[in-house]
């Protein structure tokens, strides 16, 4: 079940009729800039008199009941104290406030940010996870349910390129990664270790807040575990299928590495504006047929053939769009031009 983190407006008297503002909320007693659930916060607001009744609240899940607010002043000082539920989430949650003087004479002040993170248990078991020959993840002790092995550049590892890359990911309530930004590290290393954080998972609990992962690159041990692989067997080459005889095929399927070896002209994708705002990052997945001519074909009712197989809903058209206009050289079967059905990869990465 999604549990969005929401404002929540409660049902003032008819009198609260005021839109003035008057500073913001503030937290005057915690026993950490990060709170944990089951500790007491004490909030106030910048006045030291003039209101006759003053109303704290906030999202959700830390009001003690549905429609009650946290606190309710009719005389200064106006401070508020207030336990953070123990089952509560991990995430950025609000309280706010609006002090009356009298009827429709209010103020209402900006919200407080109350960033809430558990304890975790077996915290130290994410600070290095491996991920793969030389790269672990330290996420701060956040547990992660899920990860698959990023990937280390080759050229990378033979250059001693390493080092750490910082991201700061946004899971969603179900715990899957949203949204991923670069802070800093490595530009050589910035993609693969984004690639990777798009395919996390953490606990629920984690909740739907931006939290600073590390990824860290060590070549030296990269190699060392290479070289401690066994040798493996070289993949066959894969061959444009022949028809006997004089029958050449219309159409034919070449594997995208194949295929990507005759790109003569490249366009890039125009990365959509809302897509990079919130740091949507990854690689769209396209099925396409090629014509003749090396081009994306055209169906006779004037669609491009080309279909999303996997990837951001908000990056697919971008994707597409960018597909449209490569050109390949053609493909030859029995020294005839021949229809091509491939797949193409178009990445969308945000690098520092």
């Not at 701060?140 to 698959?148: D, I, K, N, T």
């Not at 990664?177 to 670069?182: L, T, Y």
């Not at 597909?323 to 990465?349: C, I, R």
């Amino acid at each position: 079940m999604r549990r969005p983190v929401l404002i929540f407006a409660i049902c003032l008297p008819a009198f609260v009729r005021g839109q003035g503002t008057a500073g913001t909320v503030e937290i005057v007693e915690a026993s950490n800039r990060v709170i944990r659930p089951g500790e007491t916060v004490t909030v106030a607001i910048p006045a030291s008199n003039g209101y006759g009744q003053v109303w704290f609240s906030g999202d959700n899940a830390l009001e003690s009941a549905k429609g009650k607010p946290l606190a309710f002043l009719t005389a200064p000082p106006y401070r508020a104290s207030f336990q953070v539920p123990e089952n509560i989430d991990a995430g950025l949650y609000h309280v706010f406030a609006v002090g009356c003087r009298r009827a429709g004479d209010c103020d209402w002040f900006a919200p407080v940010e109350i960033d809430v993170e558990p304890i975790w248990p077996d915290a130290d078991r994410f600070r290095a996870i491996a991920a793969g020959p030389g790269v672990t993840i330290d996420t701060g002790g956040a547990p992660l349910v899920e990860h698959s092995e990023i990937s280390y550049p080759a050229d990378a590892v033979q250059s001693g390129v390493g080092g750490l890359v910082v991201l700061k990911v946004t899971p969603g309530w179900e715990g899957r990664v949203q949204a991923v930004e670069v802070l800093e590290g490595p530009q050589a290393l910035q993609k693969d270790a984004i690639k990777g954080a798009l395919t996390w998972r953490f606990t629920q609990k984690a909740g739907q807040k931006p939290r600073n992962v590390e990824v860290r690159f060590d070549p030296v041990e990269a190699e060392r575990a290479i070289a401690a692989q066994p040798a493996g067997r070289r993949q066959p080459t894969m061959a444009l299928p022949r028809t006997p005889g004089p029958i050449t095929p219309q159409r034919i399927k070449v594997p995208a590495a194949e295929q990507a070896a005759k790109l003569i002209s490249k366009t890039d994708p125009v990365y959509p504006p809302v897509a990079k705002a919130a740091h949507i990052q990854g690689v769209v997945h396209l099925s396409v047929v090629l014509g003749t001519d090396g081009r994306v074909l055209i169906s006779k009712q004037g669609a491009a053939m080309v279909q999303v197989l996997k990837g951001p809903p908000l990056l697919a058209p971008a994707a597409i769009e960018a597909v449209k206009q490569w050109q390949y050289s053609p493909t030859l079967v029995n020294g005839t031009a021949v229809e091509v059905v491939t797949e193409v990869d178009v990445e969308f990465f945000q690098l520092k």
